[in-house]
Protein backbone atom coordinates (compact mmCIF):
# COMPACT_ATOMS: atom_id res chain seq x y z
CA UNK A 1 0.00 0.00 0.00
CA UNK A 2 1.61 3.27 -1.18
CA UNK A 3 -0.60 5.80 0.50
CA UNK A 4 -2.38 6.37 3.51
CA UNK A 5 -5.69 8.30 3.34
CA UNK A 6 -7.21 9.98 6.68
CA UNK A 7 -10.82 10.56 6.21
CA UNK A 8 -10.17 13.76 7.99
CA UNK A 9 -10.29 15.75 5.03
CA UNK A 10 -11.06 19.93 5.71
CA UNK A 11 -13.28 20.22 8.28
CA UNK A 12 -9.57 19.43 10.02
CA UNK A 13 -8.48 22.60 8.43
CA UNK A 14 -11.53 23.86 9.05
CA UNK A 15 -11.32 24.17 12.48
CA UNK A 16 -8.16 25.70 13.27
CA UNK A 17 -9.29 28.90 11.45
CA UNK A 18 -11.09 29.78 14.69
CA UNK A 19 -7.80 30.50 16.44
CA UNK A 20 -5.77 32.65 13.43
CA UNK A 21 -8.78 34.90 13.18
CA UNK A 22 -8.74 35.98 16.53
CA UNK A 23 -5.05 36.50 16.44
CA UNK A 24 -5.06 38.45 13.31
CA UNK A 25 -7.94 40.70 14.50
CA UNK A 26 -5.59 41.81 17.58
CA UNK A 27 -3.19 43.10 14.41
CA UNK A 28 -4.56 46.48 13.86
CA UNK A 29 -3.45 48.33 10.28
CA UNK A 30 -4.76 51.90 9.98
CA UNK A 31 -5.32 51.13 5.74
CA UNK A 32 -7.10 47.89 6.12
CA UNK A 33 -8.67 47.40 9.45
CA UNK A 34 -10.01 44.15 10.36
CA UNK A 35 -8.64 42.28 7.60
CA UNK A 36 -8.80 38.69 7.53
CA UNK A 37 -7.72 37.66 4.53
CA UNK A 38 -4.46 39.47 4.50
CA UNK A 39 -1.72 37.40 2.74
CA UNK A 40 0.10 36.07 6.05
CA UNK A 41 -2.77 33.70 6.79
CA UNK A 42 -5.28 31.78 4.65
CA UNK A 43 -8.88 33.61 3.91
CA UNK A 44 -10.94 33.19 6.91
CA UNK A 45 -14.32 32.81 5.06
CA UNK A 46 -16.44 32.65 7.65
CA UNK A 47 -14.99 36.26 9.15
CA UNK A 48 -14.10 37.50 5.63
CA UNK A 49 -14.52 41.36 6.18
CA UNK A 50 -18.34 41.85 5.19
CA UNK A 51 -17.65 45.35 2.94
CA UNK A 52 -15.46 43.22 0.57
CA UNK A 53 -17.83 40.32 -0.08
CA UNK A 54 -19.00 40.03 -3.56
CA UNK A 55 -22.50 39.18 -3.60
CA UNK A 56 -22.31 35.61 -5.50
CA UNK A 57 -21.15 32.69 -3.15
CA UNK A 58 -22.21 31.03 -0.55
CA UNK A 59 -19.95 31.41 2.66
CA UNK A 60 -21.09 31.61 5.98
CA UNK A 61 -19.81 35.15 6.39
CA UNK A 62 -21.71 37.81 8.25
CA UNK A 63 -24.10 39.59 5.36
CA UNK A 64 -25.35 42.02 8.45
CA UNK A 65 -23.81 44.63 6.46
CA UNK A 66 -25.24 48.23 4.50
CA UNK A 67 -24.08 47.27 0.73
CA UNK A 68 -24.01 50.76 0.11
CA UNK A 69 -20.50 51.68 2.27
CA UNK A 70 -17.73 50.70 -0.33
CA UNK A 71 -14.65 49.96 1.55
CA UNK A 72 -11.18 51.95 0.55
CA UNK A 73 -10.28 49.56 -1.66
CA UNK A 74 -13.10 49.11 -3.26
CA UNK A 75 -13.48 52.63 -4.00
CA UNK A 76 -9.43 52.82 -5.46
CA UNK A 77 -9.84 50.44 -7.75
CA UNK A 78 -13.19 51.89 -9.37
CA UNK A 79 -11.48 55.31 -9.46
CA UNK A 80 -8.39 53.53 -11.15
CA UNK A 81 -10.81 52.15 -13.65
CA UNK A 82 -12.72 54.70 -14.08
CA UNK A 83 -8.98 56.78 -14.90
CA UNK A 84 -7.32 54.61 -16.96
CA UNK A 85 -10.53 54.13 -18.97
CA UNK A 86 -11.62 58.02 -19.81
CA UNK A 87 -7.25 58.30 -20.30
CA UNK A 88 -8.17 55.63 -23.47
CA UNK A 89 -5.34 52.99 -21.41
CA UNK A 90 -8.06 50.37 -21.16
CA UNK A 91 -11.03 49.20 -22.62
CA UNK A 92 -14.04 47.85 -20.25
CA UNK A 93 -14.95 45.51 -22.27
CA UNK A 94 -11.15 43.87 -22.59
CA UNK A 95 -11.24 43.69 -18.91
CA UNK A 96 -14.65 42.14 -19.05
CA UNK A 97 -13.67 39.43 -21.41
CA UNK A 98 -10.43 38.62 -18.59
CA UNK A 99 -12.35 38.24 -16.44
CA UNK A 100 -15.06 35.48 -17.95
CA UNK A 101 -12.19 33.92 -19.65
CA UNK A 102 -10.41 32.99 -15.96
CA UNK A 103 -13.80 32.49 -14.60
CA UNK A 104 -15.33 30.32 -16.83
CA UNK A 105 -12.83 28.65 -19.79
CA UNK A 106 -9.35 28.28 -17.73
CA UNK A 107 -9.38 26.65 -14.79
CA UNK A 108 -8.44 22.66 -13.62
CA UNK A 109 -10.83 21.12 -15.46
CA UNK A 110 -8.42 21.96 -18.35
CA UNK A 111 -5.48 19.95 -16.46
CA UNK A 112 -7.47 17.19 -15.60
CA UNK A 113 -7.77 16.54 -19.37
CA UNK A 114 -4.73 16.62 -19.84
CA UNK A 115 -3.95 13.91 -17.05
CA UNK A 116 -7.11 12.10 -18.14
CA UNK A 117 -5.04 11.47 -21.63
CA UNK A 118 -1.88 10.77 -20.27
CA UNK A 119 -3.40 8.00 -17.74
CA UNK A 120 -5.18 6.53 -20.83
CA UNK A 121 -2.37 6.69 -23.65
CA UNK A 122 1.00 5.47 -22.71
CA UNK A 123 1.94 7.12 -26.03
CA UNK A 124 0.87 10.82 -24.99
CA UNK A 125 2.14 9.99 -21.08
CA UNK A 126 5.47 9.73 -22.45
CA UNK A 127 5.28 12.48 -24.64
CA UNK A 128 3.81 14.91 -21.69
CA UNK A 129 7.08 13.73 -19.31
CA UNK A 130 9.63 14.15 -22.55
CA UNK A 131 8.47 17.68 -22.94
CA UNK A 132 4.83 19.03 -20.77
CA UNK A 133 4.37 22.59 -23.34
CA UNK A 134 3.89 20.94 -26.64
CA UNK A 135 2.01 17.93 -25.17
CA UNK A 136 -0.43 20.77 -23.37
CA UNK A 137 -0.70 22.49 -26.16
CA UNK A 138 -2.00 19.65 -28.59
CA UNK A 139 -4.76 19.41 -26.39
CA UNK A 140 -5.25 23.58 -26.70
CA UNK A 141 -3.69 24.34 -23.62
CA UNK A 142 -1.02 27.31 -23.76
CA UNK A 143 -0.05 30.52 -23.37
CA UNK A 144 0.61 33.44 -20.11
CA UNK A 145 2.26 31.69 -16.82
CA UNK A 146 2.40 28.24 -18.75
CA UNK A 147 5.02 29.27 -21.72
CA UNK A 148 7.63 26.67 -20.08
CA UNK A 149 5.84 23.55 -18.55
CA UNK A 150 7.20 20.51 -16.91
CA UNK A 151 5.61 17.66 -15.70
CA UNK A 152 6.37 15.58 -12.95
CA UNK A 153 5.12 12.44 -11.99
CA UNK A 154 4.01 10.59 -8.98
CA UNK A 155 5.21 7.14 -8.66
CA UNK A 156 4.35 4.51 -5.27
CA UNK A 157 7.81 5.47 -4.39
CA UNK A 158 7.79 9.12 -4.68
CA UNK A 159 5.06 12.56 -4.54
CA UNK A 160 5.51 15.67 -5.96
CA UNK A 161 4.25 19.29 -4.64
CA UNK A 162 4.55 22.61 -6.21
CA UNK A 163 4.99 25.54 -4.59
CA UNK A 164 5.96 29.30 -5.16
CA UNK A 165 7.57 30.46 -1.91
CA UNK A 166 8.52 33.72 -3.38
CA UNK A 167 5.01 34.96 -5.04
CA UNK A 168 2.78 33.13 -6.69
CA UNK A 169 3.57 31.37 -9.75
CA UNK A 170 1.20 28.96 -10.90
CA UNK A 171 0.32 27.16 -14.61
CA UNK A 172 -2.73 29.18 -15.33
CA UNK A 173 -3.30 27.53 -18.83
CA UNK A 174 -4.34 24.30 -17.25
CA UNK A 175 -5.08 25.23 -13.53
CA UNK A 176 -6.60 28.21 -13.87
CA UNK A 177 -5.64 30.98 -11.13
CA UNK A 178 -4.56 29.66 -8.19
CA UNK A 179 -6.44 29.72 -4.93
CA UNK A 180 -5.91 31.56 -1.92
CA UNK A 181 -4.06 29.23 0.26
CA UNK A 182 -1.64 28.34 -2.64
CA UNK A 183 -0.87 32.05 -2.43
CA UNK A 184 -0.58 32.53 1.74
CA UNK A 185 2.12 32.56 3.92
CA UNK A 186 1.18 29.08 5.58
CA UNK A 187 1.76 27.28 2.25
CA UNK A 188 4.50 29.36 0.53
CA UNK A 189 6.65 28.76 4.38
CA UNK A 190 5.68 25.69 4.88
CA UNK A 191 5.87 23.65 1.74
CA UNK A 192 9.86 23.54 0.78
CA UNK A 193 10.49 22.63 4.67
CA UNK A 194 7.50 20.04 6.19
CA UNK A 195 5.78 18.86 2.92
CA UNK A 196 3.91 16.15 5.45
CA UNK A 197 2.81 18.94 7.82
CA UNK A 198 1.07 20.49 4.79
CA UNK A 199 -0.61 17.27 3.84
CA UNK A 200 -1.97 16.60 6.80
CA UNK A 201 -3.37 20.12 6.85
CA UNK A 202 -5.32 18.96 3.63
CA UNK A 203 -6.36 15.82 5.53
CA UNK A 204 -3.86 13.01 4.90
CA UNK A 205 -0.67 11.32 5.14
CA UNK A 206 1.98 9.18 3.07
CA UNK A 207 4.46 6.62 4.62
CA UNK A 208 7.98 8.14 5.75
CA UNK A 209 9.46 5.56 3.36
CA UNK A 210 7.85 8.08 0.37
CA UNK A 211 10.52 10.50 -0.91
CA UNK A 212 8.60 13.89 -0.98
CA UNK A 213 9.88 16.57 -3.91
CA UNK A 214 8.79 19.73 -3.75
CA UNK A 215 9.61 21.95 -6.58
CA UNK A 216 9.59 25.75 -5.93
CA UNK A 217 8.32 27.64 -8.95
CA UNK A 218 11.06 30.32 -8.47
CA UNK A 219 11.81 30.90 -12.64
CA UNK A 220 9.29 30.94 -15.43
CA UNK A 221 8.92 27.19 -15.08
CA UNK A 222 5.12 26.03 -14.74
CA UNK A 223 5.12 22.42 -13.08
CA UNK A 224 2.50 20.43 -13.09
CA UNK A 225 1.95 17.17 -11.10
CA UNK A 226 0.59 13.95 -13.10
CA UNK A 227 -1.05 12.00 -10.37
CA UNK A 228 -1.48 7.93 -10.10
CA UNK A 229 -3.97 7.11 -11.90
CA UNK A 230 -6.28 5.20 -9.01
CA UNK A 231 -6.90 1.17 -8.88
CA UNK A 232 -10.39 -0.13 -10.20
CA UNK A 233 -10.93 2.60 -13.45
CA UNK A 234 -8.94 0.00 -16.23
CA UNK A 235 -11.32 0.83 -19.61
CA UNK A 236 -12.72 3.88 -18.41
CA UNK A 237 -12.84 6.68 -20.97
CA UNK A 238 -10.91 10.09 -20.72
CA UNK A 239 -14.01 11.94 -20.02
CA UNK A 240 -14.71 9.61 -17.17
CA UNK A 241 -11.34 9.61 -15.75
CA UNK A 242 -10.53 13.72 -15.55
CA UNK A 243 -13.92 13.14 -12.90
CA UNK A 244 -11.50 11.86 -10.35
CA UNK A 245 -8.64 14.33 -11.15
CA UNK A 246 -8.68 17.10 -8.92
CA UNK A 247 -7.25 20.11 -8.82
CA UNK A 248 -5.35 19.89 -5.63
CA UNK A 249 -3.52 16.40 -7.22
CA UNK A 250 -2.09 18.19 -9.87
CA UNK A 251 -0.55 20.50 -7.41
CA UNK A 252 0.38 17.77 -4.67
CA UNK A 253 -1.66 19.13 -1.69
CA UNK A 254 -4.36 16.03 -2.41
CA UNK A 255 -4.79 12.91 -4.31
CA UNK A 256 -7.26 11.89 -7.18
CA UNK A 257 -11.16 10.69 -6.32
CA UNK A 258 -11.80 7.04 -5.57
CA UNK A 259 -13.51 5.80 -8.46
CA UNK A 260 -16.56 4.94 -5.89
CA UNK A 261 -16.72 8.52 -4.91
CA UNK A 262 -17.62 9.67 -8.81
CA UNK A 263 -20.32 7.20 -9.34
CA UNK B 1 15.95 41.58 -1.92
CA UNK B 2 15.13 40.48 1.58
CA UNK B 3 11.57 41.22 2.12
CA UNK B 4 8.50 39.61 3.67
CA UNK B 5 7.93 37.92 0.72
CA UNK B 6 10.57 35.74 0.54
CA UNK B 7 8.88 33.21 2.69
CA UNK B 8 10.48 29.53 2.51
CA UNK B 9 10.69 27.65 5.65
CA UNK B 10 9.64 30.80 8.02
CA UNK B 11 8.15 29.33 11.05
CA UNK B 12 5.41 32.16 12.45
CA UNK B 13 2.53 31.28 9.91
CA UNK B 14 0.44 28.49 10.96
CA UNK B 15 -2.10 25.85 9.36
CA UNK B 16 -2.44 26.04 5.20
CA UNK B 17 -6.52 26.61 5.75
CA UNK B 18 -7.93 25.31 1.93
CA UNK B 19 -11.48 26.93 1.27
CA UNK B 20 -14.15 23.87 -0.02
CA UNK B 21 -15.23 25.45 -2.96
CA UNK B 22 -13.27 28.13 -3.08
CA UNK B 23 -14.11 31.16 -5.92
CA UNK B 24 -11.71 32.19 -8.78
CA UNK B 25 -12.46 35.64 -7.33
CA UNK B 26 -13.75 36.89 -3.49
CA UNK B 27 -15.50 39.98 -4.63
CA UNK B 28 -16.43 41.96 -6.89
CA UNK B 29 -13.41 44.30 -7.08
CA UNK B 30 -10.86 41.69 -6.93
CA UNK B 31 -12.16 40.66 -10.25
CA UNK B 32 -11.42 44.29 -11.62
CA UNK B 33 -8.29 44.57 -9.70
CA UNK B 34 -7.05 41.66 -11.96
CA UNK B 35 -8.00 42.98 -14.89
CA UNK B 36 -6.69 46.05 -15.38
CA UNK B 37 -3.57 44.75 -13.95
CA UNK B 38 -3.35 42.13 -17.15
CA UNK B 39 -4.76 45.13 -19.10
CA UNK B 40 -1.76 48.03 -18.42
CA UNK B 41 0.68 45.36 -19.12
CA UNK B 42 0.19 46.40 -22.53
CA UNK B 43 -0.14 50.01 -22.91
CA UNK B 44 2.20 50.38 -19.79
CA UNK B 45 5.37 48.62 -21.22
CA UNK B 46 6.37 47.10 -18.34
CA UNK B 47 7.74 43.42 -17.43
CA UNK B 48 6.89 40.73 -15.38
CA UNK B 49 10.09 41.16 -13.25
CA UNK B 50 9.27 44.66 -12.71
CA UNK B 51 5.80 43.99 -11.54
CA UNK B 52 7.04 41.61 -9.16
CA UNK B 53 9.57 44.00 -8.14
CA UNK B 54 7.01 46.85 -7.49
CA UNK B 55 4.48 44.13 -5.40
CA UNK B 56 7.37 42.67 -3.01
CA UNK B 57 9.37 46.02 -2.63
CA UNK B 58 7.34 47.64 0.43
CA UNK B 59 7.46 46.92 4.45
CA UNK B 60 7.12 43.69 5.45
CA UNK B 61 3.78 44.98 7.93
CA UNK B 62 2.38 46.12 5.01
CA UNK B 63 2.98 43.06 2.82
CA UNK B 64 1.74 40.82 5.23
CA UNK B 65 -1.47 43.38 6.36
CA UNK B 66 -2.49 43.27 2.56
CA UNK B 67 -4.47 40.62 0.65
CA UNK B 68 -2.98 39.83 -2.43
CA UNK B 69 -5.40 41.70 -4.67
CA UNK B 70 -4.25 44.93 -2.57
CA UNK B 71 -0.65 44.03 -3.60
CA UNK B 72 -1.25 43.99 -6.85
CA UNK B 73 -3.14 46.59 -6.96
CA UNK B 74 -0.13 48.53 -4.93
CA UNK B 75 2.19 47.34 -7.71
CA UNK B 76 0.35 48.34 -10.62
CA UNK B 77 0.04 51.99 -9.03
CA UNK B 78 3.20 52.14 -8.36
CA UNK B 79 4.00 51.14 -11.50
CA UNK B 80 2.08 53.59 -13.49
CA UNK B 81 3.04 56.57 -10.91
CA UNK B 82 6.47 56.00 -11.37
CA UNK B 83 5.84 56.58 -15.31
CA UNK B 84 3.63 59.49 -14.97
CA UNK B 85 0.67 57.27 -16.52
CA UNK B 86 -1.20 59.09 -13.81
CA UNK B 87 -1.06 60.78 -10.78
CA UNK B 88 -1.59 60.39 -6.83
CA UNK B 89 -3.98 63.46 -7.16
CA UNK B 90 -5.59 61.81 -9.64
CA UNK B 91 -6.24 58.94 -7.59
CA UNK B 92 -7.57 61.08 -4.83
CA UNK B 93 -9.72 62.45 -6.96
CA UNK B 94 -11.23 59.27 -8.84
CA UNK B 95 -11.10 61.17 -12.20
CA UNK B 96 -8.14 62.53 -14.67
CA UNK B 97 -6.81 65.57 -13.99
CA UNK B 98 -4.64 65.89 -16.98
CA UNK B 99 -4.58 64.41 -20.29
CA UNK B 100 -3.29 60.74 -21.30
CA UNK B 101 0.25 60.42 -21.64
CA UNK B 102 0.65 58.81 -25.38
CA UNK B 103 0.93 54.59 -25.15
CA UNK B 104 1.78 52.12 -27.59
CA UNK B 105 -0.68 49.73 -27.68
CA UNK B 106 -4.04 49.05 -25.77
CA UNK B 107 -5.87 46.06 -24.97
CA UNK B 108 -8.93 45.68 -27.29
CA UNK B 109 -11.28 43.08 -26.49
CA UNK B 110 -10.38 41.11 -29.48
CA UNK B 111 -7.21 40.89 -28.57
CA UNK B 112 -7.14 39.48 -25.16
CA UNK B 113 -7.56 35.84 -26.67
CA UNK B 114 -4.14 36.75 -29.05
CA UNK B 115 -2.48 38.03 -25.91
CA UNK B 116 -2.98 35.18 -23.46
CA UNK B 117 -2.02 32.89 -26.07
CA UNK B 118 1.16 34.93 -26.79
CA UNK B 119 2.32 35.18 -23.06
CA UNK B 120 5.78 35.75 -22.35
CA UNK B 121 7.92 33.35 -23.07
CA UNK B 122 11.63 34.06 -21.43
CA UNK B 123 13.44 31.62 -23.16
CA UNK B 124 16.32 32.93 -25.35
CA UNK B 125 18.65 31.37 -27.37
CA UNK B 126 22.20 30.34 -26.21
CA UNK B 127 25.52 31.88 -27.44
CA UNK B 128 27.47 30.39 -24.63
CA UNK B 129 27.54 26.42 -23.81
CA UNK B 130 26.25 25.64 -20.52
CA UNK B 131 28.97 25.96 -17.28
CA UNK B 132 27.10 22.75 -15.31
CA UNK B 133 25.73 19.32 -16.54
CA UNK B 134 23.37 17.52 -14.87
CA UNK B 135 24.47 15.65 -11.83
CA UNK B 136 27.04 18.39 -10.90
CA UNK B 137 27.03 19.36 -7.20
CA UNK B 138 26.57 23.16 -7.14
CA UNK B 139 26.50 25.97 -4.16
CA UNK B 140 23.75 28.52 -4.33
CA UNK B 141 25.70 32.09 -3.44
CA UNK B 142 25.51 33.69 -0.42
CA UNK B 143 23.91 36.58 -2.09
CA UNK B 144 22.16 39.78 -1.19
CA UNK B 145 21.08 41.64 -3.55
CA UNK B 146 19.22 44.90 -2.44
CA UNK B 147 17.05 44.77 -5.68
CA UNK B 148 14.85 42.46 -6.96
CA UNK B 149 15.75 38.43 -7.54
CA UNK B 150 14.96 34.97 -7.10
CA UNK B 151 17.25 33.38 -5.44
CA UNK B 152 15.12 32.70 -2.18
CA UNK B 153 16.98 32.73 1.33
CA UNK B 154 16.88 29.28 2.42
CA UNK B 155 18.63 27.75 -0.41
CA UNK B 156 21.48 30.77 -0.11
CA UNK B 157 24.95 29.00 1.10
CA UNK B 158 23.19 25.25 0.56
CA UNK B 159 24.53 22.78 -1.72
CA UNK B 160 22.76 20.82 -4.09
CA UNK B 161 22.62 19.05 -7.50
CA UNK B 162 21.94 19.94 -10.69
CA UNK B 163 18.60 17.83 -11.93
CA UNK B 164 17.50 19.92 -14.86
CA UNK B 165 18.71 22.21 -17.79
CA UNK B 166 16.12 24.59 -19.22
CA UNK B 167 17.44 26.65 -21.75
CA UNK B 168 18.60 30.56 -21.09
CA UNK B 169 16.39 32.40 -19.41
CA UNK B 170 15.96 36.08 -19.30
CA UNK B 171 17.95 36.66 -16.25
CA UNK B 172 15.25 38.52 -13.30
CA UNK B 173 18.11 40.42 -10.96
CA UNK B 174 18.28 42.34 -13.97
CA UNK B 175 15.69 42.33 -16.11
CA UNK B 176 13.48 44.21 -13.19
CA UNK B 177 15.69 47.16 -13.88
CA UNK B 178 15.26 46.68 -17.98
CA UNK B 179 18.04 44.41 -19.05
CA UNK B 180 17.09 40.97 -20.45
CA UNK B 181 20.89 39.68 -19.55
CA UNK B 182 19.94 35.60 -20.37
CA UNK B 183 21.64 33.07 -18.72
CA UNK B 184 21.70 29.16 -18.71
CA UNK B 185 18.46 28.12 -16.18
CA UNK B 186 18.84 25.13 -14.25
CA UNK B 187 16.83 23.20 -11.51
CA UNK B 188 19.05 22.48 -8.34
CA UNK B 189 17.64 19.82 -5.86
CA UNK B 190 18.89 20.00 -1.64
CA UNK B 191 18.17 17.17 0.25
CA UNK B 192 15.87 18.25 3.44
CA UNK B 193 18.98 17.71 5.78
CA UNK B 194 21.45 19.94 3.85
CA UNK B 195 18.57 22.83 4.53
CA UNK B 196 17.20 22.15 7.46
CA UNK B 197 19.39 20.66 9.70
CA UNK B 198 19.71 16.83 11.35
CA UNK B 199 16.13 17.20 12.35
CA UNK B 200 15.32 17.82 8.55
CA UNK B 201 12.52 15.37 7.11
CA UNK B 202 15.23 12.95 5.61
CA UNK B 203 12.60 11.99 2.95
CA UNK B 204 12.67 15.30 1.44
CA UNK B 205 13.80 16.75 -1.41
CA UNK B 206 13.30 20.91 -2.59
CA UNK B 207 14.38 22.14 -5.68
CA UNK B 208 14.58 25.83 -6.76
CA UNK B 209 15.22 27.23 -10.42
CA UNK B 210 18.12 28.96 -10.49
CA UNK B 211 20.21 31.30 -13.03
CA UNK B 212 24.17 30.58 -14.09
CA UNK B 213 24.99 33.13 -11.96
CA UNK B 214 23.63 32.34 -9.10
CA UNK B 215 25.83 29.00 -8.47
CA UNK B 216 28.85 27.84 -8.09
CA UNK B 217 30.35 24.75 -8.26
CA UNK B 218 30.51 22.88 -4.87
Known amino acids: MDRIVLIIGQRAARSFLGTSAISLKSQSNSDYPNRADRISTSPEYFAYPSDMTGHDHDHDHHHDHDHSELSETELRVRALETILTEKGYVDPAALDLLIETYETKVGPRNGARVVARAWADPAYRARLIKDATPAISELGYAGRQGEHIVAVENTPQLHNMVVCTLCSCYPWPVLGLPPVWYKSAPYRSKAVKDPRGVLRDFGFELPDSTEIRVWDSTAEIRYLVLPMRPAGTEGWSEERLAELVTRDSMIGTGLPKQPHEVG | MEGAHDMGGVAWSGPVAPEPNEPVFHAEWEKRAFAITLAMGMPGGWNIDMSRFAREDRPPADYLGMSYYQIWLAGLERLMLERG ?118 SLKTSVDAWESYLEPA
Open chain 2, 85 to 202: LVAADEIEAAKPLRPAKQVAKKLTRDGVAAMLHRGGPTEREATSPARFAVGDRVRAKAIHPPTHTRLPRYVRGHVGTVEMLHGVHVFPDTNSMGRENPQWLYTVTFDGRELWGPDGDA
